[in-house]
Each structure stands twice: as C-alpha cells, then as structure tokens.
C-alpha cells in the first residue's frame, strides 16, 4: 500500500469516517453513508487526480465512481469482486481486509441496490446515470 493510502486508512480508522481520499497535502473526509460522499466530490469538481484513498465498503457503483475521480489506490475493509475488477480493469491499485462476492444492502437481506444498478455496466459514465437513477427512486 502507497504511503497516502496508509495515511488515509489510519485516519478512516481514527476519526471513524466512511471515507478518507488523501491528495499530496490534501484529506477529504466524509462520514456520509453510501456513494454520497463520492458523488459529492465528483459534483463539486474536486481535483482528486492521483489520489488515495480509504473506504469502508467499496461495491462496483463506488469502484465505478472512483475510477471517474481519477484516484490510483483505493483500500476498503469490504470490497467486492466486481469492484476489484472494475478498479483493475481501470489501472487502480486495490488493497481491501475482506472481499466478497457481492455487497449486502443496510438491512442485510439481500444485495446493495447501487452494486446492483450497476451490475452489467462496463463504461463509469453509464455507470454514474445509473446511480443516480437508482438513488432517485430510493429517495421516493
């Protein structure tokens, strides 16, 4: 793992975030649940070129989201199999304490609607559509 990643994991684990991205002198901090906090970087146009970051639970809308905020390395202490790929595919490091085949929803009775929206995508900006489509219908 990248010294910055190292960083931003500490610093998830410290403050009890959900995510931390660290950027040379940089640290964005969130404790927004879900993909919000992603959105809200990629919204606001934050620069994350080049970054790390730490997350405590990376499915494929995350990974998909990540890939648009153009960071290098993503730890997450869960992260799915289709996430890893995605990142993979997308030249990003993935480091992550458990992986699973899929990402659970809040209620754990079956799967994430995010990680599910997103399934069969294959493009970030296809990807990013759907996710925003399925919160939209979440929030109704």
């Given amino acids: 793992m990248e010294k910055l990643t190292l960083k931003a994991k500490e ?6 975030c959900t995510c931390v991205i660290c ?14 906090p992603l959105l809200d970087f990629l919204d606001s146009g934050t620069n994350l070129k080049g970054a ?14 990540y890939v648009l905020l ?3 390395e993503v730890y997450a202490l869960v992260l799915s199999e289709r996430a890893k790929a995605i990142l993979m ?3 990003i490091l993935a480091c992550y304490d458990k992986l699973v085949p899929k990402i659970q929803n809040r209620a754990k009775n ?18 990013l559509k759907k996710i925003r489509e399925t919160l939209k219908a979440l929030a109704k």
Avoid: H, M, Y
């Fill in 11 to 16: 610093i998830l684990e410290k403050n009890k």
């Fill in 89 to 91: 595919q997308n030249g």
């Fill in 52 to 65: 790390c970051a730490a997350d405590k639970v990376v499915g494929a809308g995350a990974a998909f989201l």
């Fill in 110 to 127: 079956g799967f994430c609607p995010i990680e599910t929206a997103v399934w069969g995508q294959t493009d970030p900006a296809s990807a």
């Fill in 23 to 36: 950027r040379e002198n940089e640290v964005f901090e969130s404790s927004e649940r879900g993909v919000k």
């Fill in 70 to 72: 153009g960071v290098r």
